[in-house]
């Protein structure tokens, strides 16, 4: 018999009659077993009573549950606050009270135009570049506004598993698909407004952008780089600008070389900026399955977007190049971006969400706002020449008809 096991059989007779008790008591180890069966005198009933086991100690360290997350209220300040309710969730959808998007839409766009006011004969009248540029600010407005509701229409059961998109107004039951679907069509028809009062061979450029637009949330869930296609779309305005003046890219070889580098260097710059962004859900995306560049390259973020930050000046430069800029362009667009992009990947800080968000919404100022400004002093520096040339040649002019 084994030293840690015992074992005692203990009976006990009452009158003759059959055993009433028997106990068996078992130790193995450090673990004690009880079992008593007892039975009664009766021919057929018998009790078994086995002893409640001894409760443990209840713990004294317990791990805090995680905080309910605050329910939707209707905002009280800002520009939706002045809204009727009724037109609130629809503000909300087109995030109508966070403009970085439309600037973001807005700003290739400009820069074409810009870079096509240098390169007509004669130079763009500065009338003519502000209304083309108001007009490509209204439809970035309205194709930004559209791209929202499309990709809350994608992922209106994505939204509720990620903390900051959990009460946008398709998540939350505000805004039914049915009418997010008919809201999306009266965008689509506002930004054909827009887009026929433009030249004709702008209809042309324009259309295939909306296959672009309506199949980004779709790679969200297929590829960890949805951000490319963000970037092909957003970037779509760096072509538009051409024959919004009435220079046609494909007769030229210079205009398309500038014009397929400033859509590519912009391509960059987009999936830089929103792999940022990108990192304000980072913990939300890899609970919900949601694919990003950002948990793709989680651990070497910054040395992607220095790459990027490379080749978006490479291509900026070989943009300028391609059409002749003079080192104003090279001075203040590539230089400043450069300089600019170089700060805001040295400075931010991805682990923080509210870092992640000022830096996404004002780096992209700092850069564009840079890269509008060497393309603006590029035209106003031949703007000047040519009307100095037209003064020079005035009197010549005169003498002749005299």
Request: with cysteine; hydrophobic share 40%.
């Amino acid at each position: 018999m084994s030293a840690h096991l015992a074992r005692e059989e203990k009976f006990t007779l009452d009158n003759g009659k059959l055993p009433k008790a028997y106990c068996v008591s078992r130790t193995l180890g450090k673990n004690v077993q009880s079992l008593r069966i007892q039975t009664t005198s009766t021919r057929h009933d018998r009790t078994t009573t086995i002893p409640p086991t001894e409760p443990q100690p209840q713990s004294t360290s317990s791990s805090p549950s995680p905080s309910p997350l605050p329910p939707y209220h209707p905002p009280t300040s800002g520009i939706l606050s002045y809204l009727p309710s009724p037109l609130i969730p629809y503000a909300e959808l087109i995030r109508l009270d966070k403009p970085t998007g439309t600037i973001y839409l807005f700003f290739p766009c400009l820069f074409s135009t810009l870079l096509s006011a240098s390169l007509t004969t004669p130079l763009t009248p500065p009338p003519l570049l502000l209304s083309t540029s108001t007009l490509f600010l209204l439809g970035a407005l309205i194709m930004r506004s559209c791209g929202c509701t499309i990709n809350d229409l994608w992922d209106r059961n994505l939204d509720p598993h990620v903390a900051r998109t959990r009460l946008r107004p398709i998540a939350r039951g505000a805004i039914t698909p049915r009418a997010a679907l008919v809201f999306t069509a009266a965008q689509l028809l506002a930004g054909l407004g827009v887009l026929v009062s433009l030249p004709p061979a702008c209809f042309l450029y324009g259309v295939p952008s909306l296959l672009l637009v309506a199949t980004y949330p779709l790679a969200k869930r297929v590829t960890h780089y949805p951000q490319v296609v963000l970037g092909l779309t957003f970037s779509w305005g760096a072509v538009m600008g051409f024959p919004a003046l009435e220079l046609d890219v494909l007769s030229d070889g210079g205009l398309m070389l500038a014009a397929g580098a400033l859509y590519m260097g912009n391509v960059a710059w987009t999936v830089g900026y929103d792999m940022i962004y990108a990192w304000m859900d980072v913990r939300d995306d890899r609970r919900a399955g949601i694919k990003s560049i950002a948990l793709a390259h989680e651990g070497n973020t910054k040395v992607v977007l220095s790459g990027l930050a490379v080749v978006q000046v490479g291509l900026l430069g070989a943009a300028g190049y391609a059409v002749g800029l003079g080192p104003v362009f090279y001075a203040l667009s590539c230089g400043g971006a450069a300089g600019t992009l170089g700060a805001m990947i040295w400075r931010v800080r991805l682990r923080s969400v509210e870092n992640c968000w000022w830096w996404f919404r004002w780096g992209g100022l700092f850069t564009g706002g840079a890269i509008s400004a060497g393309l603006l002093g590029e035209y106003c520096v031949r703007l000047r020449e040519e009307r100095r040339k037209q003064e020079e040649d005035e009197p010549e002019h005169a003498a002749i008809t005299a």
